[in-house]
């Protein structure tokens, strides 16, 4: 009785073992899937950013694109808050006004993430220190610049709200 009760242990012993190993190894496949399918998204995610700006190319008295999307975790030395990154926009914008200047400022852009959550223009962009956070755009004016946005880590940037 004594060495069956033995038996039994060792054998529920390697269950556990087998048991913990294909829980790695599960862990790893699915870690591994879940990176590949992010960067596909993040991908995709770009495109629709860059259409969306193609959309308002032709609208209203100004147009926007959009050069460049790059997320990171620091912005001129700062690291972001814990949880949340910095995503930014190198983009061209030019006045189509004729006569008038148009007016901007901060509020006029918002980066909608995967969330639907949107978020405001950080004045730290490169943008609006060069300029201030409102300001004028002279007609047939065109601005090269960045505007960089916070959002939450797991978030991607979707789309540009521009409105004034």
Not at 13 to 38: D, E, F, P, Q, W
Not at 101 to 109: D, M
Request: positive net charge; proline residues 2%.
């Amino acid at each position: 009785m004594l060495e069956s009760q033995v038996e039994d242990r060792k054998r529920r012993r390697k269950n556990k073992i087998m048991m913990t190993v294909r829980l790695i190894v599960y862990s790893g496949a699915l870690l591994v899937l879940v990176v590949m399918l992010l960067s596909l998204r993040s991908t995709e995610l770009s495109k629709t950013l860059g259409g969306a700006f193609e959309l308002l190319q032709n609208k209203g008295r100004i147009a926007v694109s959009v050069e460049k999307l790059v997320e990171e975790r620091e912005l001129d030395g700062v690291p972001a808050e814990s949880g949340w990154k910095y995503v930014r926009l190198r983009l061209t914008i030019t006045s189509k006004e004729e006569e008038e200047a148009v007016a901007l400022n901060r509020g006029c852009f918002q980066l909608v993430d995967s969330r639907k959550t949107k978020h405001k223009a950080l004045a730290a962009s490169p943008f609006f220190k060069a300029r201030g956070t409102s300001f004028d755009l002279k007609p047939g004016e065109q601005i090269q610049s960045e505007l960089v946005f916070s959002i939450p880590l797991m978030a991607k940037a979707s789309h540009l709200h521009f409105r004034r």
